[in-house]
């Protein structure tokens, strides 16, 4: 069992930033994959950004490319994505998920994660 914390999440105005946090216990997760999603009011759940055990490989959805950056530490057990230029179509609640992937591979599609945390709410106001 892997138990997934996230933090980071507020509200921030449009062009603003922030670092969300996902911190992972219970066993290592430095041989999976890592990933963040995020879930809009009545919308699916839906990928935004997903990085390899060893952190050589990452994607993320098109609309965040440029704006997103996820990486990881695997010494602390963490996963991290740094958002800028937020807008107000990135409010969400955000989750991080956890894959067990020691090939490197990284994993992008919801059904496929093992392990959830419970969501930070992000908001951007215009």
């Known amino acids: 069992q892997v138990q997934l914390v996230e933090s980071g999440g507020g509200l921030v105005q449009a062009g603003g930033s922030l670092r969300l946090s996902c911190a992972a216990s219970?066993?290592?997760?430095?041989?999976?994959?890592l990933g963040w999603f995020r879930q809009a009011p009545g919308k699916e759940r839906e990928f935004v950004a997903a990085?390899?055990?060893?952190?050589?490989?990452?994607y993320y959805e098109d609309s965040v490319k440029g704006r997103f950056t996820i990486s990881r530490d695997n010494a602390k057990n963490t996963v991290f994505l740094q958002m800028n230029s937020l807008k107000p179509e990135d409010t969400a609640v955000y989750y991080c998920?956890?894959?067990?992937?020691?090939?490197?591979?990284?994993?992008?599609?919801?059904?496929?994660?093992?392990?959830w945390g419970q969501g930070t709410q992000v908001t951007v106001s215009s």
């Open positions: 990085i390899s055990w060893s952190g050589a490989s990452t």
């Open positions: 998920a956890a894959k067990w992937a020691p090939t490197g591979v990284v994993v992008r599609t919801t059904g496929e994660y093992d392990y």
């Open positions: 219970a066993r290592t997760v430095s041989r999976d994959s």
